[in-house]
């Protein structure tokens, strides 16, 4: 007999409610995805406020929920068991989360699973293209991480095996819009104005492929000073600042980076599949050139739609079915949330 999964969402700037349908083959289908974004009250800070994001979840709550069960056309009767982000994230913004979570669970009488935020990016891909191949690597970039995972079992068994060591691919992309005076968040206008730049113009770096250099680490803080550097120049000279151009180089050193990397990664531990989630999978030239590595080192690449690859509840929907799939007990009713939570824990 089929299950209904909720799964909630509130690890940062977007509050997200989203509904799955566990089938008895194992296989997870989507049924509603609502989610409401308090990123236009941050924007005039240029990032994340953490008290304004978890105030924002506390009033779209309960209302994402509404349109979510009746964007599914079903009743809150009908749930079978709820999953929540545990973390990682912003402490105020979780514990928002998970004191609905608990809630509705309670009233409810289903179990309650408290799930990780970044395997939930990996689980999404479930809902876009079926079961994922296991094992398989994972490339997430977000605002706030930028991971290389091997994915075994994505319920229970992820393994890091590169991280960024300051900042992440998308942090760096918020900070270099800045610097060149487009709007916060950064990766949009930076992929739009690409578009019409030249890659080739400014000889931007690469982080950390350098011959001693961990291998599957990330660096994106010296690209982000090298375009602040460049642009300060160009300016001193009293030059007009080429912005597409400077969008277009930026972007392709992380596109480049990034993807080199994973295929590097995938390649060395015979990982046959790759999945790229978070936000900036939605970018154009990243998704391009994976496409074009995988191709050529005979990796499948999977990349879930744009709006599956932001925050949202229907990732933790999809964990969570895919957590209740295996057998794996519910989260003891006590759990709090773990702003720093790893990504080898998987269910607290």
């Not at 979510?68 to 514990?95: K, M, N, S, Y």
């Not at 690409?194 to 400014?202: E, L, R, T, V, W």
């Not at 912005?243 to 015979?270: I, P, R, Y």
Request: net charge negative.
């Amino acid at each position: 007999m089929s299950k209904i999964i909720m799964g909630i969402e509130s690890s940062c700037d977007e509050t997200g409610v989203g509904l799955v349908r566990l089938h008895d083959d194992g296989t997870v289908e989507l049924l509603a995805d609502e989610v409401a974004s308090s990123v236009e009250e941050h924007a005039r800070f240029g990032g994340v406020v953490p008290e304004v994001a978890s105030r924002a979840h506390l009033a779209a709550m309960a209302p994402t929920a509404r349109r979510a069960f009746a964007t599914a056309g079903l009743e809150l009767r009908d749930v079978d068991a709820i999953a929540v982000t545990a973390g990682p994230g912003l402490a105020g913004a979780l514990l928002v989360g998970v004191a609905a979570a608990k809630a509705y669970a309670a009233a409810l009488d289903v179990p309650l699973y408290g799930v990780n935020h970044l395997a939930g990016h990996v689980a999404v891909d479930t809902l876009e293209h079926g079961p994922l191949p296991e094992p398989c690597l994972a490339l997430l970039v977000s605002g706030g991480h930028t991971q290389l995972l091997r994915v075994d079992t994505v319920a229970s068994k992820i393994t890091e095996l590169g991280s960024t060591v300051d900042d992440a691919a998308g942090e760096a992309y918020d900070k270099v819009a800045r610097v060149i005076g487009l709007p916060y968040p950064g990766g949009p206008p930076i992929d739009k104005a690409a578009q019409q730049g030249d890659p080739a113009a400014i000889a931007f770096p690469r982080g950390m492929t350098g011959p001693r250099d961990a291998k599957f680490d990330f660096s994106f803080s010296g690209l982000k000073t090298a375009v602040a550097r460049w642009v300060e120049a160009a300016e001193r000279r009293g030059d007009a600042v080429p912005v597409d151009d400077v969008c277009a180089s930026f972007q392709e050193s992380v596109a480049d980076v990034l993807t080199a990397k994973a295929v590097a990664a995938a390649t060395e531990f015979g990982l046959p599949a790759m999945v790229i989630s978070g936000g900036v999978a939605a970018n154009s030239r990243l998704s391009a050139l994976a496409a074009e590595r995988c191709a050529a080192a005979g990796i499948e690449l999977r990349v879930p739609r744009p709006r599956l690859c932001t925050d949202n509840g229907a990732m933790i929907a999809a964990l969570g079915a895919h957590v209740v799939a295996a057998g794996i007990s519910p989260s003891r009713p006590d759990f709090s949330a773990v702003p720093g939570l790893p990504v080898s824990t998987v269910t607290v």
